[in-house]
């Protein structure tokens, strides 16, 4: 069984850094890609990154130049910089893997809240 948990959530200050870490357990094989999710309170869950198993990366315009993506494989762990925060990328953060057959693998989610 392949559990995903996410860390590194919290408060910070408009302007401030959180990184956040995905990291998987159980036996896990091909990974396609890995992306991150986010909900904000009263909206539905929007894309923000991807990185592919050859290491291609893209973003939300949103989140473009203000967050890198990154992986270890060995660890099979995905992260999330996030750098210049604002209130409007106050929500909850997800991790997703999504393997080369079957379902995807979703993490618990961790909040991020951006406020003076």
């Known amino acids: 069984q392949v559990q995903l948990v996410e860390s590194g959530g919290g408060l910070v200050q408009p302007g401030g850094s959180l990184r956040l870490s995905c990291a998987a357990s159980g036996r896990l094989f091909a990974i396609n890609a890995m992306d991150w999710y986010r909900q904000a309170p009263g909206k539905e869950r929007e894309w923000v990154a991807t990185?592919?198993?050859?290491?291609?990366?893209n973003y939300a315009d949103s989140v473009k130049g203000r967050f890198i993506i990154s992986r270890d494989s060995n660890a099979n762990t995905v992260y999330l910089q996030m750098n210049s925060l604002k209130p409007e990328d106050t929500a909850v953060y997800y991790c997703?893997?999504?393997?080369?057959?079957?379902?995807?693998?979703w993490g618990q989610g961790t909040q991020v809240t951006v406020s003076s």
């Open positions: 997703c893997f999504r393997p080369a057959s079957g379902l995807n693998f």
């Open positions: 990185i592919t198993s050859i290491s291609y990366t």
